[in-house]
């Protein structure tokens, strides 16, 4: 894709959900399983080496990219069932994430650099709006580092893979399927990269990361150089 198509698409994806009716758990659920569907169809004809298969060095292959997608949930997962814990406390609903936590960065920058600006960042990211976020990691324009903790593990296969991305989305929709308070609305987790998301804004991060691995995925499948059956 162009850098030309890549800023038109960040626009109008922008735009559309600008104008977009407000977003619940329920249908941020919903278009969860309509991405997870997406994902799984475009592993229909891919064989074991083609899905094992790495387009240069250092890149991953779509089993490293699946595996991602996976941990990246998994996390988010983790972050909205502490929520609902503190919710059943009695306690406030907030997880606040320092960049130790979930080392999100982006290249050429200097990690002093970013533990300096965090608090800064901090304060910024209450002025961005989660639509904003959710398209600059949607439409990959800005390059980032992916955090440790959703690293791809060694000893991957296609079908494990298929298998835990069903299992994921389930236990995703089984975690959200007795309603929030306020539709999750005031349940909040912060980071200074990732900035404030609730409920809502963080089942729109997993969607939207899902959509640009997506675009990488079907980069590989496309490649000449992909082996062939």
């Not at 600008?18 to 229909?44: H, W």
């Amino acid at each position: 894709m162009s850098q030309t198509h890549s800023i038109e698409g960040f626009v109008s994806g922008l735009v559309k959900q600008f104008t977009s009716r407000p977003d619940t758990v329920a249908s941020e659920i919903s278009r969860l399983r309509v991405i997870r569907r997406q994902t799984l169809g475009l592993l229909t004809y891919l064989t074991e080496e083609q899905a094992s298969w790495s387009p240069k060095a250092g890149a991953w292959s779509v089993l490293q990219v699946l595996d991602h997608i996976i941990l990246f949930e998994g996390l988010y997962r983790e972050a909205i069932g502490k929520l609902i814990e503190l919710v059943k406390q009695g306690r406030k609903a907030e997880i606040k994430y320092s960049l130790s936590d979930i080392d999100v960065s982006m290249p050429g920058v200097p990690k002093a650099v970013w533990t300096a600006m965090e608090i800064p960042l901090d304060f910024a990211n209450n002025f961005i709006p989660a639509v904003v976020r959710q398209t600059i990691i949607r439409f990959p324009i800005v390059a980032a580092t992916s955090p440790k903790i959703a690293d791809p593990r060694p000893g991957l296969t296609l079908v494990s893979m298929r298998e835990q991305l069903g299992e994921a989305a389930r236990l995703t929709a089984e975690l959200l399927a007795t309603p929030l308070p306020d539709d999750g609305q005031n349940m909040k987790v912060s980071h200074p990269i990732l900035g404030v998301n609730n409920v809502v804004d963080l089942l729109g991060l997993i969607a939207a990361h899902e959509e640009r691995h997506q675009r990488q995925i079907r980069d590989v499948l496309m490649n000449p150089r992909l082996p062939r059956p």
